[in-house]
Nanobody
């Protein structure tokens, strides 16, 4: 089983930045497609970003609009989400997820989830 632990959330003013981290267990992290999702109160969980196993390909939701960057460090078993120009609408619990399949088409559907980290953006 894959275990994921998010960190780096907090309170920030509009226009500020945060960097989220997700540490993964297991010796096969380098083969996982990794994702970030978020969920605001009263809303469905929504996709934010994804990254291929070697970091060569990335995928972003339209609302990111160049503000967020997903990256990974396989030597540290960690995926990151750099969030700039944050807006109150970005307030949510942010979750990382792992797709551990070694073959198959890319989909925005991780099979393992972390516990989430709260991001609050004040106006």
């Amino acid at each position: 089983q894959v275990q994921l632990v998010e960190s780096g959330g907090g309170l920030v003013q509009a226009g500020g930045s945060l960097r989220l981290s997700c540490a993964a267990s297991g010796r096969t992290f380098s083969s996982y497609v990794m994702h970030w999702f978020r969920q605001a109160p009263g809303k469905e969980r929504e996709f934010v970003a994804g990254i291929s196993w070697n970091g060569g390909s990335t995928d972003y939701a339209d609302f990111v609009k160049g503000r967020f960057t997903i990256s990974r460090d396989n030597d540290k078993n960690t995926v990151y989400l750099q969030m700039n120009s944050l807006e109150p609408e970005d307030t949510a619990v942010y979750y990382c997820g792992a797709d551990i399949r070694r073959q198959g088409n890319y989909v925005r559907k991780p099979s393992y989830w972390g516990q989430g980290t709260q991001v609050t953006v004040s106006s």
